[in-house]
């Protein structure tokens, strides 16, 4: 594969992390105390019940919202704002409908500093490294939601960032598709190292992929329990190790629930 | 890299292309709607036509159709339609440029700004409930019976309709649209001009022909009562001469460029949009 990256890893530290959100002159709390350290090159799920703010952390973490306590650093920095050190990828592909593949993902090195031989090349470098060869110039609209998604994480891939966040980002595909795209991640997370943050609502996604699987409370959003996944990746999904780590990770979820 | 090439095969891109051929019944369906555009004026003007031969009614009020082309060839041929046409059509774009470009600037500002929205929104929502038409007094008393006030009354009856779609335009835009931009850092201009803009066009645009829609009934109103040319003073010269045949012609004239001012609207679109047709999701 022509896509190099000087290993981009980082070190992400979250600490009492708190987050209100004033709704009617009311403050609603979103995230209380959220302590987490996420590694160089981890992959760390995230699962919880609605509402539980996985998704608030996540928007944190990239930047696009600032307004919290306690402190998120990425290396030793601040958190205050998007930087293009932390890409992310939402539930909805988000590409935008009157660019092509190839339009979408240059869009995201618009405000990089590198020759245009050196984008284009990194570009479908990209997009071949997400198996969307020949369909550059395709519209969204021509594409099925797997390689709409399969674009948007090639967009969020070329401006190589060291973190890579994930909100949900296979929920609104389909089972067979899904799979697919898990291994996808997993064989793109393998070559590159990158950090890799997801919040998801599948356990078995969560626990398959995962180094580690947060599990989180909802109202206000704090983290009850993290479990670890000791297995090497790539990882055989018919492993009764996993299935016994999601069966318990299921059960820690569901516990005093009514589901 | 081997499992994602499996998926590409599995769905030619040509796909959705073929979807765009309609069906034979569809296709017969159409045929039969466009005999009845053809067929529904005909079977009007041919009733018309006995009506008036009939002598149930006077001439002057069921007035014979040929009258009617003989009236119109007569003030086509010596210049006093087309200029009552360019004058109508004059005001129309005068106002409707002017019009527009405020709308589209007030109605962007209020999308992109929440204070903006906060002053200017709640002033529009009252202005909508009242018809231009109601304002024709009030401006005739402050901006007096030349051509200002028309310009006026349909710059008014544009900027309100397309302000109000370029709101809604950039305020649909999907948060998440937004956010990508935001997350690579796009500067604000290049977010402006790659993302808003692209993402509230197809709002506006039809925001921009309701307008011209609007405004041209609006126009043709204010000149019923304030004008010394334009279709709308033809019309009220004629009731005053009791020339109900000039009447019908400024009504069959109204009725034909508002038509006419739609469908061009519409051609116009088709063709700005075309390259960017398949984006519609």
Redesign the interface.
């Known amino acids: 594969m022509a896509f190099e990256t000087p290993s981009p890893t980082a070190k992400l530290s979250i600490q009492s992390l708190s987050k209100n959100y004033v709704i009617d002159q009311k403050a609603l709390r979103v995230l209380l105390n959220i302590d987490l350290d996420v590694h160089e090159g981890e992959f760390v799920s995230i699962v919880g019940r609605s509402g539980c703010g996985k998704s608030t952390l996540l928007r944190l973490v ?1 930047g ?1 919202e600032n307004d919290y306590s306690g402190t998120i650093q990425l290396d030793g920095k601040v958190i205050n704002a ?3 050190d ?3 990828i ?1 539930q ?1 592909p ?1 590409l ?3 660019m092509t593949v190839r339009e979408n993902v240059a ?5 990089q500093n590198i020759p245009k031989a050196e984008k284009d090349k990194r570009v479908l470098d990209l997009i071949d490294l ?6 550059e110039s ?5 594409l ?1 939601g ?2 709409a998604q ?1 674009a948007a994480i090639a ?2 891939l070329v ?1 190589q960032p060291k973190v890579l966040l994930l909100d949900e980002p296979l929920g609104a595909l389909d089972a067979l ?1 899904r799979l ?1 795209l898990q ?2 991640l997993q064989r793109i997370w393998l070559q590159h190292r990158m950090t890799m943050i997801m919040v998801t609502h599948d356990v078995e996604e969560a626990v398959y992929l995962g180094d580690r699987v947060v599990i989180m409370d909802p109202e206000p959003g704090r983290i009850r329990r993290i479990v670890d996944v000791p297995l090497p990746h790539p990882r055989d999904r018919a492993s009764p190790v996993l299935h016994a780590i999601r069966d318990e990770v299921l059960k820690d979820l569901t516990n005093g629930v009514v589901i | 890299m081997d499992d994602g090439s499996v998926i590409l095969k599995t769905r030619p891109v040509s796909e959705p292309v073929a979807l765009l051929a309609p069906p034979a019944p569809e296709r017969k369906a159409w045929k039969r709607q466009r005999l009845a555009a053809v067929l529904s004026p005909i079977i009007l003007i041919v009733g018309w036509t006995l009506l008036s031969r009939s002598g149930w009614f006077p001439a002057e009020i069921v007035v014979p159709p040929e009258v009617l082309w003989k009236t119109f060839v007569t003030y086509w041929s010596n210049g006093q339609l087309p200029d009552h046409l360019t004058g109508s059509l004059g005001r129309l774009f005068g106002g409707y440029l002017i019009g527009a470009g405020i709308g589209i600037a007030l109605g962007t500002l209020m999308g992109v700004s929440k204070q903006a929205e906060a002053y200017v929104l709640p002033g529009f929502h009252i202005m909508r409930q009242l018809p231009t038409v109601a304002l024709i007094p009030a401006f005739i008393m402050i901006f007096g019976v030349g051509e200002t006030v028309k310009l006026v009354l349909v710059a008014k009856a544009t900027a309100l309709p397309v302000a109000l779609a370029a709101f809604q335009g950039v305020k649909g835009i999907p948060r998440t649209w937004l956010d990508v931009a935001r997350i690579h850092r796009i500067p604000a201009l290049t977010q402006f001009t790659h993302v808003i803009v692209p993402a509230s066009l197809p709002v506006l645009v039809q925001g921009l022909r309701t307008a011209l829609a609007r405004s041209w009934m609006v126009l043709v109103a204010a000149e019923l009562l304030v004008a010394d040319s334009g279709i709308g003073q033809m019309m009220e010269w004629g009731r005053q001469t009791f020339r109900l045949d000039l009447v019908l012609i400024g009504v069959v004239i109204t009725g034909l460029i508002g038509f006419t001012l739609d469908k061009g609207f519409r051609a116009l679109e088709r063709l700005l949009t075309r390259g960017s047709r398949r984006q519609e999701a």
Not at chain 1, 107 to 111: D, G, K, S
Not at chain 1, 130 to 135: I, Q, Y
Not at chain 1, 138 to 142: I, S
């Open positions: 990239s696009l998007p930087s293009l932390r890409g992310m939402f909805d988000s935008l409908p009157w869009f995201a090195l618009v405000n997400v198996g969307l060869k020949g369909f395709a519209y969204p609209k021509e099925s797997g390689m399969r967009r969020a401006s598709t697919r291994n996808e």
